[in-house]
Nanobody
Framework: QVQLVESGGGLVQAGGSLRLSCKAS????????MGWYRQAPGKQRELVAA???????NYADSVLGRFTISRDNAKNTVDLQMNSLKAEDTAVYYC????????????????WGQGTQVTVSS
């Protein structure tokens, strides 16, 4: 089992920045893919950014150039730096992890955090 705990959400004005952090614990040796999803009211959950098993990164077109995913292997954390936030970034953000990247990218990751709310006021 792997436990994921997110932190760092909140309320910010449009144009501002927030940093989300996800700390993994448990059987983390089984994990090869981690990333961030978000779900806005009335919308499907979408992949925001993720690390592939090879260490490369993948971003949604809507956040490219504004969001940056990073990780600290020593601390078992994956962060999401969000800059130039827009009202449409408002959503609950979830950390996800899986032994398989294809399953994570398809939205079927085995492990999920509880989610953290990000609200961007315009």
């Amino acid at each position: 089992q792997v436990q994921l705990v997110e932190s760092g959400g909140g309320l910010v004005q449009a144009g501002g920045s927030l940093r989300l952090s996800c700390k993994a614990s448990g059987s983390i040796f089984s994990i090869s893919a981690m990333g961030w999803y978000r779900q806005a009211p009335g919308k499907q959950r979408e992949l925001v950014a993720a690390f592939t098993p090879g260490g490369s990164t993948n971003y949604a077109d809507s956040v490219l150039g504004r969001f940056t995913i990073s990780r600290d292997n020593a601390k078992n954390t994956v962060d999401l730096q969000m800059n130039s936030l827009k009202a449409e970034d408002t959503a609950v953000y979830y950390c996800a992890a899986d032994p398989r990247y294809d399953r994570l990218a398809a939205g079927g990751a085995i492990y999920w955090g509880q989610g953290t709310q990000v609200t961007v006021s315009s």
